[in-house]
């Protein structure tokens, strides 16, 4: 059994746990994810490392609600356990790959969408602790669904806010964000990163691609086992079909075909259960993004 | 009872019309009068030759003699000296080809029933409590298991009882490997038989660590250096399945076999009290002919659809045993033999709308003596589904072979094992089963299993 040490309500229904998993936190790296199987009758359910703790032996994870399994996840209380922990599962994050002489000559642009905003502090914690700095948007559809501000700031050498409805910060996406950074004020990047929605993260690597920077992103489709057996996962980036599970979650954002992984994503969401979400919960379910037709 | 010394004793199965429609096991199995029936048309001979033809070398005759007898007690004792797993392997080993394809009864009329008798063996001694007999004494090394699957369960069954400290790491939250996530219900009942088999693995004091992935959480070498284990065996089995790479694969509706075996085993998807949701299908297609392939056209039949396999060579090249392609048939599953997929059709939303085949022909024997399919021109047509299952094979799984230094696999990605006594190219690492073959049968991964027990305790002795 796996206790929640702690559990913190931080906005738009995103929920942050301290979990007691010893062995992943020993080994887990920024990039990884776990898998959370909350009863005997549960789904196996993949969930991004937002932070963690190896000499505690805490791992932190961010979620967001978007159906009766994280709904019911949401409902767990400080004390009490799931009943699997399973990770770190997947590769960690390219750049802490590289080394830091080499890191240190990339200027690198974090971009954030809703819940996505959770993964990628664990990277730029990362960069700060080996004296690298980088770049943090994070995009929001209004002010008060912003989440790991106060963290993030923290970590990054420039945060950048940007609002659909211009609440907070810049009035725009993030796309509309990296557009003003780069084009209006000529801010140079070797090197983005954008977690989110996968809506938001097409359009970003869509916006970088004529902007010819490179770009990585971190795909969350559906998993069964998430260590490579089911292949439920799969994804076309390029010519290869990619196992997000084993091959990810980062891939390159200029070679997935996010259509396709948009397509598989809703295929075990009936019309039933989209209309619940959009009576439930707005347009925020699928992150906010400001991209989105629906 | 009588007995008509050429014929084998029938066992009693559900009708077919009423098992399509359920999840319980088909095969009834033997009563007590039955087996002892059976037994008695065993001769016990001096040189036996089913022996040799069991992976595990189980003595056969020797507990056939204990159940004509009535010592059912003393005929489990026999079994387990050799298998841990008996009510296992008495249901999906493939006794056709191995034990029985040489008993001599055989020759002239059927064989003795082997699998059926030791199923009956191991599941009278679970329902009267009859438990393997741990070691005496404990020797203080300690060995790691990765895999619970039919290879790690009997490397970790013999080594307990020799007296080794055992610990199985399994990377999913439920231990059985193939077992649990793989063999459906109807075929090996889950809480029933996996895991009271497993119940008897850890009465061994085979401890069983869940939810950890060797190559992720730890690394083997973390294992033998910082854990203090003093030999690691590796059984983490088949790996990630393949796909055709033909246009609309990744259509919605298309799975591999494992995720869509997965979601109804492992997950029990069939049931409602549990969460995970499997797309049952109303036309379904499953493409390959091995047993995953049956398995999985047989839960989707009784998940409610109708069922076509999809076979590139004839009905004798079928990979599958002969008794689940008979079953199959019997439920009314469709056999499109000599044909191959080229295309899935799918919508505008991505769902798939049907399968574009072509019929084959087989042409000359290959370098493997198995005729190859060859595509007849002109020949292509489809076929309505909404669900294709990809049962193709797997490839393996590199997780734990790029995280070991001076693990060697071979060029199909395999890790390379003596398939005398296990052992690698590292030191105090053996490994078998699937992992060393690629997918094969849960009896030969037993038989990998037994002999890097074998080969650890030489090590470990020396």
């Not at chain 1, 920024?30 to 789904?43: A, N, S, T, Y």
């Not at chain 2, 199995?29 to 040799?52: D, F, H, L, S, W």
């Not at chain 2, 080229?342 to 003596?369: A, F, H, Q, W």
Request: charged fraction near 25%; glycine fraction near 10%; hydrophobic fraction near 40%.
């Amino acid at each position: 059994m796996f206790k929640i040490l702690k559990k913190e309500y931080l906005a738009n229904n995103i929920w942050l746990m301290d979990i007691e998993a010893p062995r992943v936190a020993k080994s887990c790296k920024p990039g990884q994810f776990v898998i959370v199987k909350m009863d005997e009758e549960g789904e196996r359910i993949p969930l991004t490392i937002c932070d963690y703790d190896s000499k505690k032996g805490i791992v932190t994870i961010v979620f967001q609600i978007v159906g009766a399994s994280t709904q019911e996840m949401a409902e767990y209380k400080e004390g009490e356990s799931f009943m699997d922990f399973v990770g770190p599962l997947g590769c960690a994050s390219e750049l802490i790959e590289m080394s830091v002489e080499e890191l240190k000559k990339e200027s690198i642009l974090f971009v954030c969408g809703g819940v996505g905003t959770a993964p990628v502090y664990p990277q730029a914690k990362w960069m700060k602790e080996h004296g690298i700095d980088v770049d943090v948007i994070i995009g929001a559809r209004t002010k008060d669904i912003i989440i790991l501000e106060d963290e993030m700031r923290k970590v990054a050498a420039n945060l950048y806010i940007a609002t659909d409805d211009g609440s907070y910060g810049f009035k725009g996406n993030g796309c509309d964000q990296i557009n003003e950074l780069v084009k209006n004020q000529g801010k140079k990047y070797t090197r983005v990163v954008a977690i989110g929605p996968m809506i938001m993260m097409k359009f970003v690597s869509l916006l970088t691609k004529e902007l010819n920077i490179p770009t990585i992103v971190s795909m969350n489709p559906i998993m069964v086992d998430g260590t490579g057996m089911c292949g439920a996962c799969r994804l076309q980036v390029g010519d290869d079909i990619k196992f997000a599970c084993v091959d990810g979650p980062e891939f390159d954002g200029h070679l997935v075909d996010f259509d396709q992984a948009m397509r598989r994503q809703r295929m075990y969401k009936t019309e039933e259960g989209r209309a619940m979400l959009r009576l439930k919960e707005g347009s925020t379910h699928h992150g906010g993004c400001g991209n989105c037709n629906e | 009872m009588e007995v008509d010394v050429l014929k084998k004793i029938p066992v009693r199965e559900q009708e077919p019309k009423v098992r399509a429609a359920n999840f319980e096991e088909v095969c009834l199995g033997y009563n007590k009068e039955e087996a002892m029936a059976e037994a008695t048309r065993c001769i016990k001979c001096k040189n036996p030759q089913c022996v040799k033809g069991c992976p595990v070398n189980i003595d056969i005759p020797g507990f056939i003699k204990e159940v004509e007898e009535g010592n059912f007690d003393e005929a489990y004792h026999v079994i387990n000296k050799y298998s841990a797993l008996p009510a296992v392997c008495g249901r999906v080993c493939p006794q056709e080809s191995q034990c029985e394809a040489k008993c001599i009864r055989g020759i002239k009329g059927d064989a003795v029933s082997i699998g059926k008798l030791e199923r009956f063996v191991a599941d009278t001694a679970r329902k009267n409590g009859i438990k393997p007999v741990p070691a005496k004494k404990q020797n203080g090394k300690k060995v790691a298991i990765i895999g619970s699957g039919p290879a790690g369960l009997t490397c970790a069954g013999d080594l307990a009882k020799l007296g080794y400290d055992i610990t199985i790491f399994e990377a999913l939250h439920k231990a059985g490997g193939v077992l649990s996530y793989g063999i459906p219900e109807f075929r090996l009942p889950k809480s029933d038989v996996v895991d009271a088999e497993i119940e008897n693995v850890k009465s061994l004091g085979v401890k069983i660590e869940t939810n950890t992935v060797i190559g992720k959480a730890v690394t083997i070498d973390e294992l033998l250096n910082e854990e203090g284990f003093d030999a690691v065996f590796i059984g983490s089995g088949a790996g990630l399945p393949r796909f055709m790479g033909i246009p609309g694969e990744n259509a919605n509706g298309v799975f591999s076999a494992n995720e869509y075996l997965t979601r109804s085993n492992l997950m029990k998807a069939f049931d409602d009290v549990y969460d995970t949701p499997i797309i049952a299908g109303k036309k379904v297609v499953v493409v390959g002919g091995g047993n995953v392939a049956m398995d999985a056209a047989r839960t989707a039949l009784r998940l409610g659809a109708d069922v076509h396999i999809v076979y590139r060579r004839s009905e004798a090249e079928l990979p599958a045993r002969v008794e689940e392609v008979h079953h199959a048939k019997e439920e009314g599953i469709v056999f499109n033999l000599l044909t191959n997929p080229v295309e899935i059709y799918e919508d505008k939303e991505g769902n798939v709308t049907g399968i574009k085949c072509i019929r084959m022909e087989l042409g000359e024997p290959d370098s493997s003596g198995r005729r190859s399919p060859v595509e007849i021109p002109g020949s292509e047509f489809d076929i309505e589904a909404d669900t294709v299952i990809m049962s193709l094979g797997t490839s393996p799984n590199p997780l734990i072979s790029s995280t070991t230094e001076g693990l060697e696999i071979n060029r199909r990605k395999c890790i390379v094992a003596e398939e005398s006594d296990g052992s690698t190219s590292k030191a105090a690492v053996y490994a078998g089963g699937d992992a060393v073959t690629g997918a094969a049968t849960v009896i030969l991964a037993m038989g990998a299993g037994k002999a890097a027990a074998k080969g650890i305790d030489q090590f470990l002795s020396k």
